[in-house]
């Protein structure tokens, strides 16, 4: 491998947009471009770049849509995760509870935070198992960071009971969940931060990194104001010395546009069509898919459903146009980076079980029902020929 080969991603991506069905919709949902342009102009006149006036009206419509009382732009959902870390000062010595089902950054932010990840198994739901919790604690634990799988909140009356029960914060990685509700409420009444991606695949997405943070306890949205500035109190005074994770102010400025007209839309088209894929793929023993609780608002940030013969229907899929994706083929806990931990094979028997038959089907607001309908048929005819 040369030092180029590390950078995958182009030829990734490449590769994937020329399918038919794609998981990729950038092109479309950014047709209208020259809006935003006009919106970027103002900026670019005002030489407002910085922490400017579009990051804090972003902030003010984040707390206006997703019932909280501070919101803080920051540049990415991985630094959402760190920062939020090190404001809580949970470092070296600490552990924190989390899954091994999830993006690398959720526990990479543990790690980089200098504490020590812990991992819970999952549930069929892909979120982590509630009810095993309590046994993972320590003297040493000091949060649990549940994460909302594909938009999927997880069981927070029981996580913030047990939070309660052992003085420990609950940091949920909600990088999926915009807009989510759990029975009727905002995600971030329940625990001590709600952090966000808005990285260019996300629901909320922008033209590049960026993240922001959801808090309702004013101590602690003090300390991350700071800390994503250099802990500058103004331009002349600094508090403590931080780090620069500042939301970009073009950034903000078109996600301040995607939240006034397109956000509700796409949270309305991706549970349309994910629950009529449900409906399309149901009655068929080679599928599994999870039972929808109507009480719990998930916004399927991604469609997974459970197969036989998972890679080869991948494969099948692709072939026939359609951009199946696994996320993920390998559970963190067995990662090379996470070696140092000592965790084995086995360890997390339901985590393993899904990496291994869970699939990705397309589910954004440009999926129309012909493509539900095919990708229903290819699906159906995969296993008619098995």
Known sequence: ??????????????????LKINHSYLTEQFSDYSKIFKEIEKIVRKGDYTLGGEVNKFEK???????????????????????????????KGDEVITTPFTFIATVASIATAGATPVFVDVKEDYNIDEDKIESAITKKTKAIMPVHWAGLPCELKKIRKIANKNNLKIIQDSCHAIDSKYYGR??????????????PLKNLNIWGDGGFILTQKSYL???????????????NNCEVFAYNSRLDTIQAAVANYKIKNKLTNITKKRIKNALRLDHLLSNNKNIKILKRNKSIKTVFHLYQINVKKRNKLLKYLISKNIDAKVHY???????????HLRYQIGDFPVAERLAKTTLSLPVHEFIKEK???LMSTYIKKFYLKK
């Open 1 to 18: 491998m040369t030092i180029r080969d590390i950078n995958y991603l182009p030829k990734q991506y490449q590769k994937a947009q020329k």
């Open 61 to 91: 419509n984040l707390q206006h849509r997703m019932g909280a009382k501070h919101a803080i732009g920051v540049g990415n959902g991985t630094d959402a995760l760190y920062l939020t870390l090190k404001a809580l000062n949970i470092g």
């Open 186 to 199: 905002n995600i971030v009444e329940y625990g001590d931060v709600c952090t966000f991606s808005m990285h």
């Open 221 to 235: 949205a003090k300390k991350l104001y700071l800390i994503r500035n250099h802990g500058l109190r103004n331009r």
């Open 329 to 339: 083929p390998k559970p963190i806990h067995l990662q090379k980076a996470a070696r």
């Open 371 to 373: 493509d539900l309908l």
